[in-house]
T-cell receptor
Framework: DARVTQTPRHKVTEMGQEVTMRCQPILGHNTVFWYRQTMMQGLELLAYFRNRAPLDDSGMPKDRFSAEMPDATLATLKIQPSEPRDSAVYFC??????????????FGQGTRLTVV | AQKITQTQPGMFVQEKEAVTLDCTYDTSDQSYGLFWYKQPSSGEMIFLIYQGSYDEQNATEGRYSLNFQKARKSANLVISASQLGDSAMYFCAMRDRTNMGRRALTFGSGTRLQVQP
């Protein structure tokens, strides 16, 4: 049963601390998305990778957020230093881009981050 | 302009009845994909159904079908024979090329569906 795996599921941290969220995409998928969900803003795209290369991180606050894909089985999203306004649910999704169509985009269960 | 518009913040439906959740989109791209996701109270995002812009037939997956009207740029989700477990938030999403030629998944604001016994 292929699925996107995110860790941790929940994280409570103090303001100023570094937070690292991890994502294991579905084997064979070549795209990875990071989204943030809040009540006020809904689902916001933070970063987007294809074949491990970052294609779009325009939605990510560059001063504190960073996203990487060290290898095809791991994507990371880091916040340093964290702030209370970063409290949200962070989703990772993986998909399969073909030349003309995109037919799959599956989400992980999310990381619920609370910064106090 | 909003790329994905879901005009129904909330919907009620009686159990066993069909319900249509509206979604309109805006894109100048010829090749794009439309997705529907379900988010129950547990918070996970569950993929329901996909429609490609070149697909001539409406997509169907079990009780879910997508009413794709390309000229009107609408991609409504139809749930037949509603069940109590269908109560959730439903999101419409689209993948098309951004100005930079890349494809990102853009979401609407969602519709909260409540199925009543």
């Amino acid at each position: 049963d292929a699925r996107v795996t995110q860790t941790p599921r929940h994280k409570v941290t103090e303001m100023g601390q570094e937070v690292t969220m991890r994502c294991q995409p579905i084997l064979g998928h070549n795209t990875v998305f990071w989204y943030r969900q809040t009540m006020m803003q809904g689902l916001e795209l933070l970063a987007y990778f294809r074949n491990r290369a970052p294609l779009d991180d325009s939605g990510m606050p560059k001063d504190r957020f960073s996203a990487e894909m060290p290898d095809a089985t791991l994507a990371t999203l880091k916040i340093q230093p964290s702030e209370p306004r970063d409290s949200a649910v962070y989703f990772c999704a993986s998909g399969l881009d073909r030349v003309r169509v995109n037919t799959e985009a599956f989400f992980g269960q999310g990381t619920r981050l609370t910064v106090v | 302009a909003q790329k994905i518009t879901q005009t129904q913040p909330g919907m009620f439906v009686q159990e066993k009845e069909a319900v249509t959740l509206d979604c309109t989109y805006d894109t100048s791209d010829q090749s794009y994909g439309l997705f529907w996701y379900k988010q129950p109270s547990s918070g996970e995002m569950i993929f329901l159904i996909y429609q490609g812009s070149y697909d001539e037939q409406n997509a169907t997956e079990g009780r879910y079908s997508l009413n794709f009207q390309k000229a009107r740029k609408s991609a409504n989700l139809v749930i037949s024979a509603s069940q109590l477990g269908d109560s959730a938030m439903y999101f419409c999403a689209m993948r098309d090329r951004t100005n930079m030629g890349r494809r990102a998944l853009t979401f609407g604001s969602g519709t909260r569906l409540q199925v009543q016994p």
